[in-house]
């Protein structure tokens, strides 16, 4: 049988999603808790491999099992073995024909700047900190160049192993909620560091580094030499991915709305 699963989990503890030489990862103390509870090796599949320190409100997986369990033994079974740090938050039977990764629609990711003089303390590695005071509206102007379909090299990693750069962004919001900056961007797909790199962008237009239409040219160059400093991996998230309805994927349980406020100008 074929189980999906919602995976929750912070980060900061973490060499990114993917299993390698470095340990620990989220994807081996995953499977080593699900082995354990199975009684048998279990490979997992994920929506997205999470790059070291990167969060995730909905990370979703999938694995084939012999072994029979209760959908809420999976979920109580794997928790009692996992870290406090990640949490399995649902669990779903799902047909042969779902894969984590490759049935998935879309995927939603958002970015956490906290704007202040001081650096963070409780909320060290849950955000990214920004000294230097950033302009909500030339950031919100600025990112409507990127809404659409489009060749986003200017904003893949050197190492990124995808065969196409060409992406397409649904929604690219950016609120505002006092000193906390959250931008949100759903597309079909995205390219390694393509959101850290796009926030890196935003938020040098936004402390007027940059002007605004620099985000136009930079696309335009197809040219990642052009893009600048690739942001922080602390404040971004997965926070969704959407599937066809017929695989009765979960919703995500809204964590503070989903990091997503409403902008209202003082």
């Known amino acids: 049988m074929k189980i999906a699963l919602g995976i929750e989990y912070a980060g900061c503890n973490y060499y990114g999603w993917q299993k390698q030489s470095i340990s620990p990862t989220i994807q081996e103390t995953v499977e080593l808790a699900l082995s354990t509870i199975a009684n048998e090796i279990i490979k997992v599949y994920c929506a997205g491999r999470t790059d070291t320190g990167v969060h995730a409100i909905q990370q979703v997986i999938h694995f084939d099992t012999s072994s029979e369990r209760e959908l809420h033994s999976w979920i109580l079974g794997a ?6 740090d990640i949490s399995v938050i649902w669990a779903s039977n799902v047909d042969d024909s ?3 990764r490759f049935t998935a629609k879309n995927r939603t990711y958002q970015y956490l700047i906290l704007n202040r003089k ?6 060290n590695g849950l955000v990214t900190w920004e000294c230097q005071e950033l302009d ?11 809404i659409g379909e489009h060749d986003f090299t200017s904003f893949r990693a050197v190492s990124c192993q995808s065969d196409s750069p060409v992406r397409k962004v649904y929604e690219l919001e950016i609120s505002k909620l006092e ?7 759903r597309a079909n797909g995205f390219l390694h560091h393509m959101v850290r790199n796009i926030a890196g962008v ?9 002007k605004i239409k620099w985000v136009a040219d930079v696309l335009d160059a197809r040219d990642r ?8 991996p602390d404040g971004l998230y997965l926070v969704n991915v959407e599937y066809p309805e017929h695989y009765l994927i979960p919703k995500p349980k809204r964590l503070i709305n989903n990091f997503k406020f409403n902008y209202i100008e003082n």
């Not at 000193?179 to 961007?185: A, M, R, W």
């Open 79 to 84: 928790n009692s073995k996992l870290p406090k």
């Open 98 to 100: 779902f894969h984590a």
């Open 118 to 123: 001081s650096r963070p303390a409780i909320l």
């Open 136 to 146: 909500f509206k030339r950031m919100v102007d600025s990112s409507k160049y990127l």
């Open 179 to 185: 000193d906390l900056f959250v931008i949100t961007i």
């Open 202 to 210: 935003l938020m040098a237009v936004g402390t007027g580094k940059e």
């Open 225 to 232: 030499t052009m893009a600048g400093v690739t942001a922080e």
